[in-house]
């Protein structure tokens, strides 16, 4: 699991397969072990509980034994006494019935106790077999003749112990112990007995040792079975093979004890057997089955078992997410390294331009050439600015600091501002765009149209980017849902281009995560605009998402929310025409902008009729007469635009009727034989409402006044006004002095905010308004504006002071307006939000030219 290490140093990670193998071979080896170890502390267990069995039950067998040992003893001494003093048979025979009925009556005394009688040979009354009550013996029983008189005349005053296997009584197997007794003179006087049968003693160890299936048995000097669970055995020479335990007979006739011998006992279970032999050369057994004592550890080693499969699926899980995450952050680095990689390269490469293209215009003297530099580093800068503000809005999305701010906008006004800014890329790759606009979006919405145009430029500029020459874009809008003045709307942009593989759609939206960097190498671009944009639109309570086909074309869709507008969609067209009586005739063989005719005219109120080719246009012409206005598609299969249009000014000779066509942005190069053919107006695409509405305006003669109003001339603009401008850089300086100079506004300079405050203080009729950097030194922009507002003067509080600072987040503007600033610029310097910022602030009522303008 740990990572290796190369002699380089260089951390090297085992593969993930090893890692796992490595888990589950530990959790085996563990359980094995677990398992090895277990067993044998079972097994000592085991063997210990046996040999305490064994000792217990050897102590009671050897009392068992003893015990009638003693008594014949003690019994032996009352009968000779008896017959010392000239005890008659009757005397000795009420003794021997008195103890045996005694002992009978009390099992507990005398395990196994069978009776007792004795044999005498010198009673006055001759010879006499005594015998207790419960003996009766066969009528010709010969005392002489028995192993037990044998015996006891051969032990010699001592116990004799005689077994036998089948006695003549019962049959069974009986130990009898048997003792002479002598006068004081030494002789003889009788032999006394006592019986005990065997397997009531051995039934003890039989029975002792049978907790947990194991059991004992008893085995005599002789290896003759004498006591076993399974009454078979019994008598049964010890070596008989049908005895599994037979094994250890050798060991028995040498006379060692067997402590722990490996067999499997008579019911088939493997067993542990021991054998002691006892004081009188007897032997104890006992076999314990290992089954019962292993059943624990069985069931043990499966817990044991399936913990460890749970342990190890866990471990695996964890690592497996660990690796998971490791290499996420391995390819978020890798990511990162190719994003810096990246970003070096756009921003070197515009760099590289600006400083090349100012070098030459530095040396050449050719003013054309000039121009040519400077429209070259504009390109350049205008793009270093774009790849700038990406990665801005990429930090502010990472820091969280990303905001919206809301204000109303016309929709249809941002769209058009998008394609003007795309257009020229459209046009330079002959491409075709199409618009559409539903026109149940409201007119205006409020939400923050800047972030909104961003999102559209970015998924145009891709389109645009991605699609091969005289491929199509569309861009179609929809209102989703609308409720409680909330409306859902959605934009899509399709291509036609290259695509986007499934691998790679899963990961263009994450930030740093760019499509194969072969292709962004090869079209450019920083890869932020996607993350970018769905953070936008996801701060706007949409959402981004695309389908695409790798070489057929992508589509890229996003839904927002936002509110609706106060203006709603007024006619278009002027009200003093006669609407109803317009009849327009639509030609184009993209069915598409029929429909989208169609829908526009119906909101207009305007009669239309479309026609997919020229020869139907015609016909319908034949059918329903002239038209007043016709909008003609340039490209058409068969009857080209101009084709058409000469038929239809033929056609139309002595009515008036206006021809527009329908071309793409760039039509200068048709313009004079479409002309000639009669065309009137050109419509460029991608086709908006308001432009459609402007052509017809102006085809029917009433545009003037009402085609909004165009870019004003500024030159003289300001004229008459006075400007403080607090700007610490020289540069910065002369670039508002000399963009501002044709407006006439009259500046004065100060290099910093303490010089600012006392040019103020020093003349504050004088300005009409201050443009206050903020960073500057010795007094900042703040600390100036704050000291300007605290002036005793009433123009100290009213004069309009605008922040111009590259700082441009949301929380440097809230400075700058807590400072006491009105507005805030932000830099690099839009020109024309400059104008638009004096026009909102400078009095209408003072200069020359405003008033003459107003
Ligand atoms: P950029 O365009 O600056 O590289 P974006 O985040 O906008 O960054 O796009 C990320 C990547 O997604 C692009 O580099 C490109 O590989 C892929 N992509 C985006 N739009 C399209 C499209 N319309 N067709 C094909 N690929 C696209």
Same mark, same amino acid.
């Given at each position: 699991?740990?990572?290796?290490?190369?002699?380089?140093?260089?951390?090297?990670?085992?593969?993930?397969?090893?890692?796992?193998?490595?888990?589950?071979?530990?959790?085996?080896?563990?359980?094995?072990?677990?398992?090895?170890?277990?067993?044998?502390?079972?097994?000592?267990?085991?063997?210990?509980?046996?040999?305490?069995?064994?000792?217990?039950?050897?102590?009671?067998?050897?009392?068992?034994?003893?015990?009638?040992?003693?008594?014949?003893?003690?019994?032996?001494?009352?009968?000779?006494?008896?017959?010392?003093?000239?005890?008659?048979?009757?005397?000795?025979?009420?003794?021997?019935?008195?103890?045996?009925?005694?002992?009978?009556?009390?099992?507990?005394?005398?395990?196994?106790?069978?009776?007792?009688?004795?044999?005498?040979?010198?009673?006055?009354?001759?010879?006499?077999?005594?015998?207790?009550?419960?003996?009766?013996?066969?009528?010709?029983?010969?005392?002489?003749?028995?192993?037990?008189?044998?015996?006891?005349?051969?032990?010699?005053?001592?116990?004799?112990?005689?077994?036998?296997?089948?006695?003549?009584?019962?049959?069974?197997?009986?130990?009898?112990?048997?003792?002479?007794?002598?006068?004081?003179?030494?002789?003889?006087?009788?032999?006394?007995?006592?019986?005990?049968?065997?397997?009531?003693?051995?039934?003890?160890?039989?029975?002792?040792?049978?907790?947990?299936?194991?059991?004992?048995?008893?085995?005599?000097?002789?290896?003759?079975?004498?006591?076993?669970?399974?009454?078979?055995?019994?008598?049964?020479?010890?070596?008989?093979?049908?005895?599994?335990?037979?094994?250890?007979?050798?060991?028995?006739?040498?006379?060692?004890?067997?402590?722990?011998?490996?067999?499997?006992?008579?019911?088939?279970?493997?067993?542990?057997?021991?054998?002691?032999?006892?004081?009188?050369?007897?032997?104890?057994?006992?076999?314990?089955?290992?089954?019962?004592?292993?059943?624990?550890?069985?069931?043990?080693?499966?817990?044991?078992?399936?913990?460890?499969?749970?342990?190890?699926?866990?471990?695996?899980?964890?690592?497996?997410?660990?690796?998971?995450?490791?290499?996420?952050?391995?390819?978020?680095?890798?990511?990162?390294?190719?994003?810096?990689?990246?970003?070096?390269?756009?921003?070197?490469?515009?760099?590289?331009?600006?400083?090349?293209?100012?070098?030459?215009?530095?040396?050449?003297?050719?003013?054309?050439?000039?121009?040519?530099?400077?429209?070259?580093?504009?390109?350049?800068?205008?793009?270093?600015?774009?790849?700038?503000?990406?990665?801005?809005?990429?930090?502010?999305?990472?820091?969280?600091?990303?905001?919206?701010?809301?204000?109303?906008?016309?929709?249809?006004?941002?769209?058009?501002?998008?394609?003007?800014?795309?257009?020229?890329?459209?046009?330079?790759?002959?491409?075709?765009?199409?618009?559409?606009?539903?026109?149940?979006?409201?007119?205006?919405?409020?939400?923050?149209?800047?972030?909104?145009?961003?999102?559209?430029?970015?998924?145009?500029?891709?389109?645009?980017?991605?699609?091969?020459?005289?491929?199509?874009?569309?861009?179609?809008?929809?209102?989703?849902?609308?409720?409680?003045?909330?409306?859902?709307?959605?934009?899509?942009?399709?291509?036609?281009?290259?695509?986007?593989?499934?691998?790679?759609?899963?990961?263009?939206?994450?930030?740093?995560?760019?499509?194969?960097?072969?292709?962004?190498?090869?079209?450019?671009?920083?890869?932020?605009?996607?993350?970018?944009?769905?953070?936008?639109?996801?701060?706007?309570?949409?959402?981004?998402?695309?389908?695409?086909?790798?070489?057929?074309?992508?589509?890229?869709?996003?839904?927002?929310?936002?509110?609706?507008? *106060?203006? +709603?969609?007024?006619?278009? %067209?002027?009200?003093?025409?006669?609407? @109803?009586?317009?009849? =327009?005739?639509? !030609? &184009?063989?993209?069915?598409?902008?029929?429909?989208?005719?169609?829908?526009?005219?119906?909101?207009?109120?305007?009669?239309?009729?479309? *026609?997919? +080719?020229?020869?139907?246009? %015609?016909?319908?012409?034949?059918?329903? @007469?002239?038209?007043? =206005?016709?909008? !003609? &598609?340039?490209?058409?299969?068969?009857?080209?635009?101009?084709?058409?249009?000469?038929?239809?000014?033929?056609?139309?000779?002595?009515?008036?009727?206006?021809?527009?066509?329908?071309?793409?942005?760039?039509?200068?190069?048709?313009?004079?034989?479409?002309?000639?053919?009669?065309?009137?107006?050109?419509?460029?695409?991608?086709?908006?409402?308001?432009?459609?509405?402007?052509?017809?305006?102006?085809?029917?003669?009433?545009?003037?006044?009402?085609?909004?109003?165009?870019?004003?001339?500024?030159?003289?603009?300001?004229?008459?006004?006075?400007?403080?401008?607090?700007?610490?850089?020289?540069?910065?300086?002369?670039?508002?002095?000399?963009?501002?100079?044709?407006?006439?506004?009259?500046?004065?300079?100060?290099?910093?905010?303490?010089?600012?405050?006392?040019?103020?203080?020093?003349?504050?009729?004088?300005?009409?308004?201050?443009?206050?950097?903020?960073?500057?030194?010795?007094?900042?922009?703040?600390?100036?504006?704050?000291?300007?507002?605290?002036?005793?003067?009433?123009?100290?509080?009213?004069?309009?002071?605008?922040?111009?600072?590259?700082?441009?987040?949301?929380?440097?503007?809230?400075?700058?307006?807590?400072?006491?600033?009105?507005?805030?610029?932000?830099?690099?310097?839009?020109?024309?939000?400059?104008?638009?910022?004096?026009?909102?602030?400078?009095?209408?009522?003072?200069?020359?030219?405003?008033?003459?303008?107003?």
């Amino acid at each position: 699991m740990e990572d290796g290490k190369t002699e380089k140093g260089l951390t090297v990670r085992r593969p993930l397969y090893a890692q796992l193998m490595f888990t589950a071979l530990s959790f085996l080896v563990l359980n094995v072990l677990t398992y090895v170890f277990v067993r044998n502390v079972i097994y000592k267990n085991l063997v210990r509980n046996a040999e305490n069995v064994l000792i217990i039950v050897q102590n009671q067998i050897e009392n068992d034994l003893n015990n009638p040992k003693a008594y014949l003893a003690g019994f032996s001494r009352t009968i000779r006494t008896a017959v010392m003093r000239g005890g008659n048979a009757d005397i000795l025979k009420e003794y021997f019935v008195d103890l045996s009925n005694h002992l009978l009556a009390d099992e507990e005394r005398l395990p196994g106790f069978d009776g007792l009688f004795g044999y005498f040979e010198n009673l006055p009354e001759g010879r006499v077999f005594t015998v207790d009550e419960k003996l009766v013996f066969p009528p010709d029983y010969d005392p002489t003749q028995r192993n037990w008189y044998r015996n006891a005349i051969a032990a010699d005053g001592e116990i004799a112990e005689t077994l036998s296997y089948s006695d003549v009584i019962t049959g069974e197997t009986i130990l009898t112990y048997s003792l002479c007794i002598f006068d004081d003179d030494g002789n003889r006087l009788g032999i006394v007995t006592l019986r005990l049968k065997i397997d009531v003693i051995g039934k003890s160890i039989v029975e002792s040792a049978l907790e947990r299936g194991g059991y004992g048995m008893l085995i005599s000097r002789d290896i003759i079975m004498l006591a076993h669970p399974n009454p078979d055995f019994v008598g049964l020479d010890f070596r008989d093979p049908s005895i599994p335990v037979s094994i250890f007979a050798d060991k028995m006739i040498e006379g060692v004890d067997v402590t722990e011998g490996s067999v499997v006992n008579y019911t088939g279970d493997k067993s542990i057997a021991f054998f002691h032999r006892l004081s009188n050369g007897w032997y104890i057994g006992l076999v314990a089955p290992e089954g019962p004592f292993y059943r624990d550890l069985t069931n043990m080693a499966y817990t044991l078992f399936m913990l460890g499969i749970i342990f190890a699926a866990i471990l695996a899980s964890i690592l497996i997410r660990i690796d998971m995450a490791k290499n996420k952050s391995d390819r978020e680095s890798r990511h990162k390294s190719a994003f810096l990689a990246n970003m070096s390269h756009e921003i070197r490469t515009p760099m590289n331009a600006i400083i090349g293209m100012t070098t030459i215009g530095k040396t050449t003297g050719d003013i054309e050439r000039k121009d040519y530099c400077f429209s070259k580093i504009q390109d350049a800068s205008n793009h270093l600015l774009g790849v700038i503000n990406d990665i801005l809005d990429m930090s502010k999305i990472e820091a969280n600091k990303f905001e919206i701010s809301p204000l109303e906008f016309n929709f249809e006004k941002m769209l058009m501002r998008v394609v003007n800014v795309v257009n020229f890329r459209v046009d330079e790759k002959k491409q075709n765009l199409s618009i559409h606009i539903d026109r149940n979006i409201p007119k205006t919405l409020i939400g923050d149209e800047q972030r909104i145009t961003q999102v559209i430029t970015n998924l145009l500029a891709n389109a645009i980017k991605f699609t091969p020459e005289e491929g199509s874009i569309g861009v179609d809008t929809s209102l989703v849902e609308e409720s409680g003045g909330v409306c859902t709307v959605q934009v899509s942009v399709t291509d036609t281009g290259i695509g986007i593989t499934p691998e790679q759609q899963a990961r263009i939206f994450s930030s740093f995560e760019q499509a194969e960097s072969s292709t962004t190498r090869k079209y450019g671009g920083t890869g932020l605009g996607l993350a970018i944009s769905k953070n936008i639109v996801e701060l706007m309570g949409g959402k981004i998402w695309l389908t695409s086909e790798a070489g057929k074309g992508s589509a890229f869709s996003f839904t927002i929310k936002v509110k609706r507008g *106060a203006e +709603s969609h007024a006619g278009l %067209l002027a009200p003093d025409v006669n609407i @109803g009586n317009v009849r =327009i005739m639509v !030609v &184009d063989d993209d069915k598409s902008i029929l429909d989208y005719f169609m829908e526009i005219s119906h909101e207009f109120k305007v009669r239309c009729d479309t *026609a997919i +080719s020229g020869e139907e246009a %015609l016909k319908l012409l034949e059918e329903n @007469g002239c038209y007043h =206005i016709y909008f !003609v &598609d340039w490209k058409m299969p068969g009857m080209d635009g101009i084709q058409l249009t000469s038929a239809l000014k033929a056609q139309n000779a002595e009515v008036k009727s206006v021809v527009i066509m329908i071309t793409a942005a760039e039509w200068t190069s048709i313009e004079s034989e479409a002309r000639k053919a009669g065309v009137d107006r050109f419509l460029s695409k991608p086709l908006f409402p308001s432009h459609i509405a402007d052509v017809i305006n102006e085809a029917l003669g009433i545009d003037k006044g009402r085609i909004e109003e165009a870019q004003t001339n500024i030159k003289g603009l300001f004229a008459g006004r006075k400007l403080l401008l607090a700007e610490d850089v020289d540069i910065n300086r002369e670039i508002v002095i000399e963009l501002l100079d044709p407006t006439g506004i009259e500046i004065d300079c100060a290099a910093n905010g303490r010089d600012a405050v006392r040019m103020f203080s020093e003349a504050p009729h004088k300005y009409d308004m201050i443009f206050m950097d903020v960073q500057m030194p010795e007094m900042d922009g703040y600390e100036a504006t704050r000291r300007i507002r605290e002036l005793k003067y009433l123009e100290a509080k009213t004069i309009r002071i605008i922040a111009m600072t590259a700082n441009v987040f949301r929380e440097d503007i809230e400075k700058c307006l807590d400072a006491g600033m009105d507005n805030h610029l932000g830099k690099p310097l839009d020109f024309s939000e400059v104008i638009n910022m004096l026009r909102h602030y400078l009095p209408k009522n003072k200069g020359v030219k405003n008033e003459t303008r107003n």
